[in-house]
């Protein structure tokens, strides 16, 4: 088994970056990440996830790439899944604990930098000071953060493949759109659909209908004409995550709804074409915010560039909320989306997965981007 978008080398040095001596990962994403253990909710048997509060698994980096896993003493197909060498199997949260204790002082780490996870667990946490309280505990979220942003081939080709599941789930709810259809029966032909593709499930699940929460479907709106539908799928393969969305309507389309959506795929194409390895996230934001302004007298839209592999924001690149005052780099991966308030219907938008390369962005995504109209 070899890692799929963990790397030694580069582990190494962004711990070394840092300054941390060990580095411990508790939460099923990054403990997969770092040994490629089935940790995630969509694992084929999510058992490990299940009983995560009984039996949690841990993984350990040292600052010279030395790695060790903590896990469930009754899953006995570790080497089927994880590349790592060095497991110790608990069948407590007392003995995960002990053995994440025992590795610590084996590794000579009593005093030195020991970087955490702030979602870790906080019994793990207080354990862990007052075991040994001559360590300096560092908060290690940006550490794990810069080995997941920049994805490998192998990450790629599943977040592209997850992407093409999702967009086959989208066009499916497209096809079957009628007057009278449901959320209900929307999110059935979403499942099916990623389920027969091969897919191991979904992230989300965003259905609106009209004016409905689309955070909140499945409580039997149906679809009227003169509805906007928007269905934002994400879905997982092999552990990645797709974000794709797309609007549908049934006449009669109402009045300014296409002008608005032809303006957020401008957007949205203003950033694609300036995005390239070299340009500041911050820089690009405050761009495409002008470039929508030369589109309309009033009114405002939301841009937003989120990181995408592991999970659907991994955090935000530019965004109302958060713009980060760094560069673009090559094969990062994120989704692009671009919102507008539109009078009783919510947001109208778009949003797709690109892949940042050496001269620009490769779309993953491959739907038309207009509007449906039935």
């Not at 009984?54 to 060790?68: I, M, T, V």
């Not at 080709?157 to 959320?183: L, N």
Request: with cysteine; charged share 25%.
């Amino acid at each position: 088994m070899n890692p799929i978008g963990f790397n030694k080398e580069k582990a190494s040095n962004i711990l070394k970056a840092h300054d941390i001596d060990i580095l411990i990962a508790a939460t099923p994403v990054n403990v997969f990440y770092l040994t490629g253990l089935p940790t995630l909710h969509v694992a084929s048997n999510p058992i490990l996830y299940v009983l995560y509060n009984q039996f949690p698994s841990l993984a350990l980096l040292r600052n010279d790439g030395e790695e060790s896993l903590i896990t469930w003493i009754n899953y006995r197909s570790v080497d089927k899944f994880s590349w790592v060498q060095d497991v110790n199997g608990i069948g407590s949260p007392k003995a995960a604990m002990t053995a994440l204790s025992d590795k610590i002082k084996e590794w000579n780490g009593a005093g030195k930098n020991i970087g955490y996870e702030s979602l870790m667990p906080s019994y793990q946490s207080e354990f862990m000071r007052k075991e040994f309280p001559n360590a300096t505990f560092i908060n290690a979220d940006q550490a794990f953060l810069e080995m997941r942003l920049i994805k490998t081939e192998k990450e790629v080709q599943r977040i592209k493949k997850s992407t093409e599941i999702s967009e086959k789930a989208i066009q499916a709810m497209i096809e079957e759109t009628h007057e009278g259809i449901t959320d209900k029966e929307l999110l059935q032909i979403a499942r099916l659909t990623i389920i027969k593709e091969g897919a191991e499930g979904w992230d989300h699940l965003t259905i609106g209908i009209g004016s409905s929460d689309p955070e909140a479907p499945g409580t039997g709106v149906e679809m009227k004409q003169g509805d906007i539908g928007r269905f934002d799928i994400g879905t997982i393969w092999q552990g990645y995550v797709s974000d794709v969305s797309r609007e549908v309507v049934i006449k009669p389309i109402p009045e300014g709804a296409e002008e608005v959506m032809n303006n957020m795929i401008k957007v949205q194409e203003y950033c694609v074409n300036n995005i390239e390895p070299g340009v500041n996230m911050k820089e690009l934001y405050n761009n495409a915010n002008r470039f929508y302004k030369t589109l309309v007298k009033r009114g405002r839209c939301f841009i937003t560039g989120h990181s995408i592999g592991l999970e659907c924001e991994e955090t935000h690149l530019f965004s109302p909320l958060k713009q980060l005052d760094r560069m673009f780099e090559e094969n990062m991966v994120l989704d692009i989306e671009v919102w507008q308030n539109f009078k009783k219907q919510g947001l109208i938008g778009i949003e797709d997965c690109y892949r940042i390369t050496s001269s620009g962005c490769e779309r993953l995504s491959s739907l038309d981007k207009k509007m449906v109209v039935k």
